[in-house]
């Protein structure tokens, strides 16, 4: 049975927390969850069912994020790095496994580089690696509606820009999964003080993924449809760290954690605890049961 404590920090002056599930029979490392830039400390259950009975589990309201104070003016990732050594050190452990997924893989990135030695193993799924001028205007004509206070224009474009609707692409669960971003996207925008920012900050901000990481093994994933970076492109960027393993992962698009929320969780704990990868559930199609001759989707 896991024991959950809140913890309250602060860095460089802004306030910030994280809650910590403690396993009393670990037999890895804490895991560290990062994950999008509106997500907060209590969206990832799926990690805590299949990581949890491994591992003491770790999630954050980052500065910029969540319960958390707003980020200062300027560049954002040191302090926000900071804040996830402050973590570190409060846990009190010399080494954290971390799973960044999304915007949160460009932090967990950016922590490997500067602490590599604090990181024991790096897990990074739907890896922003690359940006096209088009997806930055989607983000520019997202933060105009959230400003002008259109949070239904806002959370329908973010949504639609964030999944793959061609219906001639099987992504699993691909409705509901619509439904939860959208209406996440929703709650955000008109609840979450740090929405207006963090949009700013997505497009102004970018994380820097050109290399310059050794001695941390790493895990890259990406849904086989993700449309905000290609697989081929987060390919490219998993051969710039020197051993890394890249894996597709079929019938999903960016929200693969979402449209396979188990499967990516068994993924984590077999990369935490060098677990074999190969016979990942994950890698296995989904089987179509709604499927027929006629769908352009068996095309």
């Excluded at 932090?107 to 890896?127: E, K, Q, S, T």
């Excluded at 086989?224 to 051993?243: K, L, M, N, Y």
């Excluded at 396979?260 to 993924?267: K, N, Y």
Aim: proline residues 7%.
């Amino acid at each position: 049975m896991s024991e959950e404590t809140i913890h309250s920090l602060s860095v460089h002056g802004v306030s910030y927390s994280y809650r910590r599930l403690r396993q009393p029979r670990r037999i890895t490392e804490p895991v560290l969850v990062l994950g999008g830039a509106l997500q907060g400390m209590f969206g990832w259950p799926q990690m805590e069912d299949h990581v949890g009975p491994l591992a003491d589990v770790v999630t954050a309201d980052l500065p910029g994020m969540g319960s958390a104070d707003p980020l200062p003016p300027g560049p954002s990732i040191d302090v926000v790095c900071a804040a996830i050594e402050g973590i570190i050190d409060d846990l009190d452990v010399p080494r954290i496994n971390l799973f960044g997924f999304s915007y949160g893989a460009g932090l967990a990135y950016g922590c490997a580089r500067r602490f590599p030695g604090r990181i024991a193993r790096l897990a990074l799924g739907g890896v922003p690696a690359h940006i096209s001028e088009a997806q930055m205007e989607l983000w520019r004509r997202a933060s105009d509606h959230l400003s002008h206070g259109d949070t239904e224009a806002f959370a329908t474009l973010v949504t639609e820009g964030l999944m793959c609707l061609d219906d001639r692409r099987h992504v699993a669960h691909r409705k509901l999964a619509y439904r939860y971003v959208r209406r996440s996207m929703l709650h955000a925008a008109r609840s979450s003080r740090h929405a207006v920012d963090s949009l700013r900050r997505g497009i102004s901000d970018r994380p820097d993924f050109s290399g310059g990481l050794t001695g941390v093994p790493t895990l890259v994933f990406s849904g086989e449809h993700d449309t905000v970076t290609s697989p081929a492109r987060q390919r490219e960027f998993a051969a710039t760290i020197p051993g890394s393993r890249f894996l597709t992962i079929p019938d999903a698009d960016h929200w693969v954690v979402l449209e396979r929320p188990q499967e990516v969780a068994d993924l984590a704990a077999r990369f935490f605890t060098d677990g074999p990868l190969s016979s990942a559930p994950c890698l296995a199609p989904v089987v179509r049961k709604e499927a027929s001759a006629a769908d352009p989707a068996c095309v």
